[in-house]
């Protein structure tokens, strides 16, 4: 359906989008239209016309995890013979590779393992800052939830700890659909809406920058999606902490949730409104050349090098660096 011609001019115009409105455009709003207005918020805001991108891996250190989602088929309970913790040398066979390749940053997550607390993963940021030119990126919120609970510490005690450690930023990872309706049917042993928004808050406070994430395409209703959103854009408002917004659809594959997978244009679609709104602009798209090859993702082109690799992403898009 045609986008309403108030809608577009709100846009063009730089103003803000109601919750109605954002609701509306994720349901019936034209994706060709979508696309060419969020492309005029970014040229807007980077009139330069220059995508910039790192070159990061992500380790996955372990998948021990006591929080079970049901949309997860990553996780392992600890008597499992699938679950592991990175040894130090397996850690670094993969920072090195990184390096190698001219990677500078590390995005570090896991599952909550129960025995792991704050002297942990102290000890691991020191080792890393010590031995590598790296940047962290790493702990969920959530895992920064768990390792408080373990080390009967309070968020802000914790962060300033790892801070110190070495922690450069936070991923936005755990965050999936930031409403406790979702979160109760699909995984809230990983905290409450309010956790996710106290970390990064905390963080923000402490100087810690950190992205954004949202997992969508299962139990949620386009309310909620647009809910998170808002709840992204005024923590931003107060903060200015984000540095991106990263989105991906769940994928059910071996999961207890199981469904169907959205398509490549609903997830473009979901993007393209999510760019519409300034405060979250810096967007990474990370469905690759599926997703792409839609004419429309060229308007929503902000890239990584990543992938798949054991106990960790890492793929590799050379013809990014010729991109026009």
């Given at each position: ?99 190698a390749l001219g990677g500078n940053q590390i995005l ?217």
């Amino acid at each position: 359906m045609a986008i309403a011609e108030a809608v577009a001019k709100k846009v063009l115009g730089g103003e803000r989008l109601s919750r109605e409105e954002g609701v509306a455009l994720l349901r019936d709003g034209d994706l060709l239209e979508l696309g060419m207005l969020a492309d005029s918020v970014r040229r807007r805001l980077h009139p330069e016309g220059i995508v910039t991108y790192i070159i990061d891996r992500n380790i996955n250190y372990t998948n021990v995890c006591t929080a079970q989602c049901a949309f997860c088929a990553f996780y392992r309970d600890l008597p499992s013979k699938e679950g592991y913790l990175l040894s130090k040398e397996q850690l670094a066979q993969k920072i090195e590779e990184t390096l190698a390749l001219g990677g500078n940053q590390i995005l570090l997550q896991g599952g909550l393992h129960p025995d792991l607390g704050i002297e942990f993963y102290e000890e691991l940021f020191r080792w890393m800052k010590s031995t590598y030119p790296i940047w962290i990126h790493g702990l969920s919120p959530a895992e920064i939830k768990h390792i408080d609970r373990v080390s009967h510490l309070t968020t802000e005690q914790t962060l300033r700890r790892l801070i110190a450690a070495g922690l450069d930023s936070i991923p936005g990872g755990g965050a999936e659909v930031l409403s406790d309706r979702v979160r109760q049917i699909i995984g809230i042993a990983k905290g409450s809406t309010a956790d996710w928004i106290d970390v990064m808050e905390t963080a923000h406070r402490l100087g810690l920058r950190t992205t954004a994430t949202m997992m969508f395409g299962h139990v949620e209703t386009l309310e909620e999606r647009i809910d998170h959103l808002l709840h992204l854009r005024d923590l931003q408002d107060r903060t200015g902490g984000f540095t991106a917004f990263i989105a991906w659809t769940f994928q059910p594959t071996n999961t207890a949730m199981a469904g169907d997978e959205l398509t490549s244009f609903q997830y473009l679609r979901t993007l393209a409104v999510a760019r519409l709104e300034p405060r979250l602009s810096r967007i990474t798209v990370l469905h690759g050349r599926i997703a792409a090859r839609p004419r429309i993702a060229a308007y929503l082109k902000s890239a990584r090098r990543l992938a798949f690799n054991e106990h960790g992403m890492f793929r590799h898009y050379p013809e990014l660096d010729t991109a026009n």
